[in-house]
């Protein structure tokens, strides 16, 4: 008996390099699909199993520890879980739950890793640094616009990559933006920000055992 799309579960994660549209895409493509979508709303669910403040999570997100910093070589026996592996564990346990009992749109926090074991779509999305600068620019408003310059957006593009790239790295072993550890790479700046989100409605509607989605 084939299965009607509304009976099954299904998870998009969508890692993404910072400035190539991810949080957008992956928002549009939740209401294309009529699912449930998470980004930040992840870490307003983390701040009330934390017991952090919210300012504190938003400002250590998709981090890793310092282990220069930290007890690892303070002469302890055992390294002691920090802040950031904290929020880590918690974020994991909303993201297993959410995959558990919802379809939805994950962005970020190393979801396709948490959720590896179960059948899901993982996206990666990546755009030339010159677009990225300038769609970033784009989102600015008029007065910080003119404070802020091309070569200052782009280093902290750069910074925000790194970021994410040890923080995928550290809790998962894994490759960020490698081919291999992905399904579907997409150039943001090649596809639109639309055609990106029809080139991934496409996987996952021919990518499953069966059609989840309605002709």
């Known amino acids: 008996m084939t299965t009607k799309p509304e009976d099954v579960k299904f998870i998009v994660t969508i890692g993404r390099e910072f400035g190539s549209g991810g949080h957008e895409i992956g928002k549009r493509l939740a209401k294309e699909l009529g699912i449930a979508f998470y980004d930040t709303e992840l870490l307003e669910l983390a701040v009330a199993k934390t017991g952090y403040h919210e300012d504190y999570i938003r400002s250590n997100d998709e981090k890793a520890p310092d282990f220069a910093a930290g007890p690892l ?5 055992y390294y002691q879980p920090s802040p950031y592996d904290k929020i880590q564990v918690e974020i994991r346990k909303i993201i297993e739950d959410i995959a558990e009992n919802e379809s939805a749109v994950i962005v970020g926090r190393a979801a396709d890793y948490i959720l590896r074991d179960k059948t899901h779509v993982s996206v990666f999305l990546f755009a030339p640094m010159e677009d990225r600068i300038k769609r970033k620019m784009a989102l600015l408003d008029e007065k910080t616009r003119s404070e802020i310059t091309d070569s200052m957006m782009e280093k ?7 970021q994410r790239r040890r923080f995928y790295e550290y809790y998962t072993d894994m490759r960020w933006g490698a081919r291999d550890t992905y399904d579907l790479l997409i150039n943001t700046s090649r596809a639109g920000i639309e055609g990106s989100v029809k080139i991934i409605e496409t996987f996952i509607k021919e990518g499953y055992d069966e059609n989840i989605l309605p002709d």
């Open 73 to 77: 070589f303070s002469g302890m026996e």
């Open 156 to 162: 902290t593009i750069r910074q925000r990559d790194k």
